[in-house]
């Protein structure tokens, strides 16, 4: 089995910033794509940003140019730097990757956190 925590949320004052973080741990051969999502109350969850192992990121226009979403093969880990935040950006920010488990099984699994509350509020 594969877990994803996240950690880093809390309340924070508009124009603040936090960094949250991921990390996967169990039975993991690699990881290919990780991503953040965030769902807001009454609110459908919303991809916030998403980085391949290769390639390149992707940002929500809501995020472009404040958030910066990073990664930590080594650690399996996967970052994402809030900055300049706003109180629209309150929401629960939940993490997932897709995992190849075993090298002779070459299928992808998508797995998720529990999520972590983030709050912007004065």
């Known amino acids: 089995q594969v877990q994803l925590v996240e950690s880093g949320g809390g309340l924070v004052q508009p124009g603040g910033s936090l960094r949250l973080s991921c990390v996967a741990s169990g039975s993991i051969f690699s990881i290919n794509a990780m991503a953040w999502y965030r769902q807001a109350p009454g609110k459908e969850r919303e991809l916030v940003a998403k980085i391949p192992s290769f390639g390149s990121t992707y940002y929500a226009d809501s995020v472009k140019g404040r958030f910066t979403i990073s990664r930590d093969n080594a650690k399996n880990t996967v970052y994402l730097q809030m900055n300049s935040v706003k109180p629209e950006d309150t929401a629960v920010y939940s993490c997932?990757?897709?995992?190849?488990?075993?090298?002779?099984?070459?299928?992808?699994?998508?797995?998720w956190g529990q999520g972590t509350q983030v709050t912007v509020s004065s």
């Open positions: 997932n990757a897709d995992v190849r488990i075993r090298y002779s099984d070459p299928t992808l699994y998508r797995y």
